[in-house]
C-alpha cells in the first residue's frame, strides 16, 4: 500500500512539474500585468491619479525573428503627406517618438526590477525529483527516487524560513529484494537579532531602495512628459517662425530682383552703372539669405520627423494660424518673485523631490553599513519528523517531532570589510550632500 500511495505520490509530482513549464508568451504577460500594475499602484499614491500605461509598440506582437532589417530598411523610405497641428504633433510623439518610448522603458525596467526583489520576501515553491539506477561489484542492482517539495520565504525582521517535505524511494532488483520508502517533513528559521535584523538587513534594504526607485522613475517620467510636451510645441512654434522668416527673405528677394531689373531698364541714359551693380549685389546678398533660410528650415524640418518617429520622406503641412493665436494671446504673468518661486520649486518640482529623496537614501546606507559592524547573533530552530514504518510517505507521528532551538553567535573579531564599506558610505553620503546643494545653487540661479 505504501509503495502504490509513493506512485501516486510521484505521478502527482511530475504532472506539476509538466504543468510549470509555462510558455514564454505566458510569463511575458504575467511581467507586464505585475509591472504595470506596480507603476500604476505609484502614480496613483504619488500624483492621486494615473493614466493607461504600456509599453508596446506596434513590432511587440511579433517574434524578434520575424523582423528582418531589410523591411526596417524599407521602412524608412515611406513617403506621403500629413497635415500636422500641434495636438497631431504631441500625439504623434507619444505614440512614435523614440525618446519616449526610451523613457517608457526606463520606467518599466525600474518598477520589473522591483518584482525581482519583492519576490524573494513572498512564498517561493520548488519541487525537484532525481531518479538514479545503480549496479555494485557484487552486480546487485537497485534504483531510487528523491523528490522534494517545499517553500521558503524571507521576513521583513531578516529572518529566513523554509519548510520541506522529502521522499526517498529505494529498491533492489538483485540480492536481498528489499522496498524502502521514507519521508521527512523539516521546517527550519533563521532570525538575526543584532546585525542584519530588520531594516537593516540588506536584502531588506534593498528593496527598501527598489521602492524609492521606482517612486524617482515615475517621477521622473512625469517631469519627462512635461518637458517633453514642452519641446514638442517649442519645436512646432519654432518651425513656424522659420517658415515666416524664410517667406519674408523670399519676398525680399523678388523685391531685389525687381528692383535690380527697373534700375537695368533705366542704365541706358538715366541711372549709373555702380548703381546697377550694386542692386545686383543686394539681389544677391537677397538671395543668399533665402537659400540659407530654406536650407535651415529644411534641416529644422527633417530633425523635428525624426524627434516624432516619422519617415524624413513624408512631407508635413503645419497649421500657420497656431503661430498667429500666440502673437495674438501674448505671455501669461506669472505674480511670484524669485524668492517664491525658489521655494514653490523644491516643494513642488519632482527632480528636487527626487534630489530631497536620494540624500535621504545615502544616510540610510550609512546607518546599514554601520549595522553591519555589529556581532552576528541568531536565533536558529529547525524541526523535522519522519514517517513511520511500514513505509508510508503520509503516516507521521507528531509526537516524535524533533526540534532544536539555539542561539548562534559571531563575534565582530574581523570586520575589515564591513568597516571599509561603511567608510565608503560616509564619503558617498557627503558627495551627494554637495550634489545636492550644487542642484539647489542650479535650480536658484535659474529662477532668478
Known amino acids: 500500500m505504501g509503495v502504490v500511495r509513493a506512485r501516486s505520490f510521484l505521478q502527482v509530482l511530475a504532472g506539476v512539474l509538466l504543468l510549470a513549464g509555462c510558455s514564454a508568451g505566458h510569463y511575458r504577460r504575467s511581467a507586464d500585468k505585475e509591472t504595470y500594475g506596480i507603476i500604476q499602484a505609484y502614480e496613483g499614491k504619488i500624483f492621486g491619479h494615473t493614466n493607461a500605461f504600456t509599453i508596446n509598440t506596434p513590432y511587440s506582437a511579433r517574434k524578434p525573428e520575424a523582423i528582418p532589417p531589410s523591411e526596417l530598411i524599407e521602412d524608412r523610405l515611406q513617403t506621403g503627406w500629413r497635415a500636422l497641428t500641434i495636438a497631431g504633433a504631441l500625439d504623434l510623439a507619444v505614440s512614435r517618438s523614440r525618446l519616449y518610448q526610451s523613457a517608457k522603458e526606463t520606467l518599466y525596467l525600474t518598477a520589473l526590477s522591483l518584482t525581482g526583489l519583492r519576490y524573494a520576501f513572498s512564498p517561493q515553491f520548488f519541487a525537484n525529483s532525481a531518479a538514479t539506477f545503480t549496479r555494485d561489484t557484487d552486480r546487485d542492482q537497485s534504483s531510487s527516487v528523491n523528490s522534494q517539495v517545499g517553500v521558503s520565504q524571507l521576513m521583513k525582521s531578516g529572518g529566513q524560513l523554509s519548510a520541506s517535505l522529502a521522499n526517498d524511494i529505494l529498491r533492489y532488483y538483485t540480492g536481498d529484494p528489499r522496498r524502502s520508502l521514507v519521508s521527512l517533513l523539516t521546517v527550519n528559521l533563521s532570525q538575526p537579532l543584532l546585525r542584519g535584523f530588520g531594516r537593516n538587513n540588506p536584502a531588506v534594504e534593498a528593496l527598501t531602495q527598489a521602492q524609492r526607485n521606482v517612486v524617482y522613475a515615475v517621477r521622473n517620467y512625469s517631469f519627462f512628459q512635461d518637458q517633453f510636451a514642452l519641446g514638442v510645441v517649442n519645436d512646432y512654434f519654432g518651425l513656424l517662425a522659420q517658415k515666416d522668416t524664410t517667406r519674408n527673405r523670399y519676398t525680399n528677394y523678388l523685391g531685389r530682383v525687381q528692383s535690380t531689373q527697373r534700375l537695368e531698364a533705366r542704365a541706358v541714359d538715366r541711372e549709373r552703372l555702380a548703381d546697377v551693380d550694386q542692386a545686383r549685389q543686394a539681389e544677391l546678398t537677397a538671395k543668399n539669405n533665402y537659400v540659407n533660410a530654406a536650407a535651415a528650415y529644411r534641416n529644422s524640418l527633417d530633425q523635428?520627423?525624426?524627434?516624432?518617429?516619422?519617415?524624413?520622406?513624408?512631407?508635413?503641412?503645419?497649421?500657420?494660424?497656431?503661430?498667429?493665436?500666440?502673437?495674438?494671446?501674448?505671455?501669461?504673468?506669472?505674480?511670484?518673485?524669485?524668492?517664491?518661486?525658489?521655494?514653490?520649486?523644491?516643494?513642488?518640482?519632482?527632480?528636487?523631490?527626487?534630489?530631497i529623496d536620494k540624500f535621504e537614501d545615502t544616510k540610510r546606507k550609512v546607518r546599514v553599513a554601520a549595522n553591519q559592524l555589529q556581532a552576528d547573533l541568531k536565533i536558529v530552530a529547525d524541526a523535522n519528523l519522519a514517517s513511520d514504518a511500514p513505509t508510508d510517505y503520509a503516516r507521521f507521528d507528531p509526537d516524535k517531532v524533533r526540534a532544536n532551538v539555539g542561539l548562534a553567535l559571531n563575534l565582530p573579531i574581523d570586520r575589515l570589510p564591513e568597516r571599509n564599506s561603511y567608510r565608503a558610505a560616509l564619503v558617498t553620503f557627503e558627495a551627494e550632500l554637495r550634489n545636492f546643494t550644487l542642484t539647489l545653487d542650479t535650480l536658484k540661479e535659474s529662477i532668478d
Do not use: C, M, S, W
Not at 516624432?308 to 500666440?326: H, N, T
Open 304 to 355: 523635428f520627423k525624426i524627434k516624432l518617429g516619422l519617415p524624413l520622406g513624408e512631407k508635413l503641412a503645419l497649421d500657420d494660424q497656431a503661430l498667429d493665436e500666440i502673437e495674438q494671446n501674448g505671455l501669461v504673468p506669472a505674480p511670484l518673485n524669485a524668492q517664491a518661486a525658489y521655494r514653490v520649486a523644491t516643494a513642488k518640482q519632482l527632480e528636487i523631490l527626487n534630489a
